[in-house]
Nanobody, 123 residues
Framework: QVQLVESGGGLVQAGGSLRLSCAAS????????MAWYRQAPGNQRELVAV???????NYADSVKGRFTASKDNAKNTVDLQMNSLKPEDTAVYYC?????????????????WGQGTQVTVSS
C-alpha cells in the first residue's frame, strides 16, 4: 500500500516563504497526477496545485505567481514552494495522488491522501 507524508509546515509572517514536501512510500509513476490541496476551518477543501504524470502544472488563481509545485520521480516526492505568503493562505495543506486510470481499472485504489501539515501566516 502507498502512504503520503507531508512536511515543512509552520508559522511565518506575511510575505515570507515555506517549502512543503510530500513523500510517497512507493513509486509515484503509478499516479496520473499529484496535487496539493488546502483546507481552512469552516471551509471546503480547495485544490491548490497539480503536477501531472507528464510534469505539467496547474495552479489555483489565488496562488498563481506565488506557488510552484514540482515532483521528483527518483525521490518519489512532490514539493510546493510557497512565496509571498498571505494570511489567507493559512490552512492545513494536504498531498493527494490520483492513480492512473488504467491501474484503477484493474483494481488499484483510485487515490491516496496524506495526513496534512499546518501552515499559518500571520499578518
Amino acid at each position: 500500500q502507498v502512504q503520503l507524508v507531508e512536511s515543512g509546515g509552520g508559522l511565518v509572517q506575511a510575505g515570507g516563504s515555506l517549502r512543503l514536501s510530500c513523500a510517497a512510500s512507493r513509486s509515484i509513476s503509478m499516479f496520473d497526477s499529484m496535487a496539493w490541496y488546502r483546507q481552512a476551518p469552516g471551509n471546503q477543501r480547495e485544490l491548490v496545485a497539480v503536477v501531472t504524470y507528464n510534469d505539467e502544472t496547474n495552479y489555483a488563481d489565488s496562488v498563481k505567481g506565488r506557488f510552484t509545485a514540482s515532483k521528483d520521480n527518483a525521490k518519489n516526492t512532490v514539493d510546493l514552494q510557497m512565496n509571498s505568503l498571505k494570511p489567507e493562505d493559512t490552512a492545513v495543506y494536504y498531498c493527494h495522488a490520483a492513480t492512473l486510470p488504467d491501474l484503477v481499472r484493474v483494481g488499484l485504489p483510485s487515490s491516496v491522501w496524506g495526513q496534512g501539515t499546518q501552515v499559518t501566516v500571520s499578518s
